[in-house]
């Protein structure tokens, strides 16, 4: 009995059937006591209906002799009747009783069987001055309330067995419930992170509620194990920089233009760090303060206008078709630099006389940007891999470039409640970004 105290899962059926019982209770005493009262006020006018009757028979001998013949047959209600004179002797009826007060009162009387009961009298003062009373047994109501008392008792004590054993199953259910979820929780903490709380066919709340929990657990395995993938990238690309540093600051003082190659080299790794925090900013959900009605149109043609020449002067061949009054909800520097990020890569990472097209196009209800190109494009086994951080494609390691670009798309792109998706054109490659667009 402790344990099943200390699990707040029978404690609260335990409550429910027990709130139950008292609410059976108060209605089963309320039904009790109007039906009670019911009986008797019944009662009470049976015995003013046997007086008007009686009234209406006559005064002196008449009434007498009515009185001897009614209690002969005591065949209406069990009724007895007494009637008495001025000086308060009784001169007819079997009611061997005192003389009672005008009104309603209580007496007690011998039956039939000569034994005592308590009965319900009614007097009333005849025009004669004599004084006329019916009295009737309570037996056959009291009889009535020991039934209901009886049957209430025994159908109290079965709803509250029934309440009791409904309170243990609805218990054992709800602990079951719990302690999957409570089981699956420790094997995560136990080192099982691959665990997921099992889901029911029934689509109910504790459903509901694992699904939630499971869909929590896979964003935090995702963190997990982007923040490993994140420390790993870190220190293996930061490897590289930070040797080149330490040998141009060796070489300083010694070899002239050290210097200005080591602060070249040391801006490097800022602009990376800047970027991996950039990145982080952005997965972590802290642009909702900076989101605005951005004209993805106007900011998307100015893009494209300032990048016409540096395409020409790298020898790629680039044109765009923008249509207009196409606007989306974000951060409009975020989506600037990722659109620019695109651009670069196509520029950077494609050799002199590659075709490279923008399009930014509205389609039911999403705002679309693609950057296609007909280059060399990446290999089938490295596309999946061009989102990741610091991952670079093997035609693209002697092309500037630290592998953040794409990640800061992707990023931008989730944030904003939209996909990014990497195609092969064959021969090229081709990205596309899909927004939520603001209706017009």
């Not at 000086?87 to 005592?116: H, K, M």
């Amino acid at each position: 009995m402790h344990n099943l105290w200390r699990s707040a899962a029978y404690r609260i059926a335990f409550g429910y059937a027990a709130a139950f019982a008292f609410a059976i209770l108060l209605l089963g005493t309320a039904i009790f006591f109007v039906a009670d009262a019911e009986f008797r006020q019944q009662r009470d006018g049976v015995l003013s209906e046997e007086m008007e009757d009686l009234a209406n028979e006559g005064l002196g001998r008449r009434l007498i002799h009515e009185l001897e013949e009614r209690g002969r047959l005591r065949t209406r209600q069990d009724f007895a009747y007494a009637l008495f004179d001025r000086a308060g002797r009784r001169i007819g009826g079997s009611l061997d009783i005192p003389r009672p007060p005008i009104g309603y009162s209580l007496v007690q009387f011998r039956d039939l069987a000569g034994e005592w009961e308590e009965g319900r009298a009614k007097a009333m003062a005849l025009s004669d001055g004599s004084r006329l009373v019916v009295a009737l047994d309570l037996e056959a109501v009291d009889a009535i309330d020991r039934t209901i008392l009886a049957v209430f008792a025994v159908t109290f004590i079965a709803i509250l067995v029934i309440g009791v054993g409904a309170a243990l199953m609805l218990g054992r259910y709800l602990r079951t419930r719990l302690g999957s979820i409570s089981r699956t929780a420790r094997a995560i903490v136990a080192g099982e992170g691959e665990r997921r709380i099992a889901v029911g066919k029934h689509g109910d709340e504790f459903d509901e509620v694992s699904l939630a929990l499971n869909a929590m657990l896979d964003r935090i395995d995702g963190l997990m194990e982007n923040l490993r993938q994140v420390s790993s990238d870190v220190a293996h690309d930061l490897r590289k920089p930070l040797l080149r540093l330490r040998n141009q600051l060796d070489l300083v003082g010694n070899v002239e233009g050290a210097e200005q190659r080591a602060i070249e080299l040391l801006d490097e790794i800022l602009r990376l760090f800047t970027a991996i925090l950039r990145i982080a900013e952005v997965e972590g959900g802290g642009l909702e303060n900076y989101m605005v009605r951005v004209d993805l149109s106007t900011d998307v043609d100015n893009i494209t206008s300032g990048y016409a020449s540096a395409f020409a002067d790298s020898g790629h061949f680039f044109d765009w078709t923008i249509a207009p009054d196409i606007a989306v909800w974000g951060d409009r520097g975020i989506l600037v630099q990722s659109v620019a990020n695109l651009l670069d890569n196509a520029r950077i990472h494609t050799p002199r006389g590659t075709s490279v097209r923008l399009e930014l196009m509205g389609e039911d209800g999403t705002a679309c940007l693609t950057i296609s190109d007909n280059g060399p494009g990446v290999s089938p086994s490295e596309r999946p891999q061009l989102l990741r951080r610091f991952f670079r494609a093997e035609a693209s390691r002697t092309t500037p470039g630290n592998g953040l670009g794409l990640t800061l798309v992707a990023a931008a792109a989730s944030a904003h409640g939209g996909t990014i998706a990497v195609e092969d054109t064959g021969p090229g490659l081709r990205i596309a970004v899909t927004l939520p667009r603001l209706v017009p």
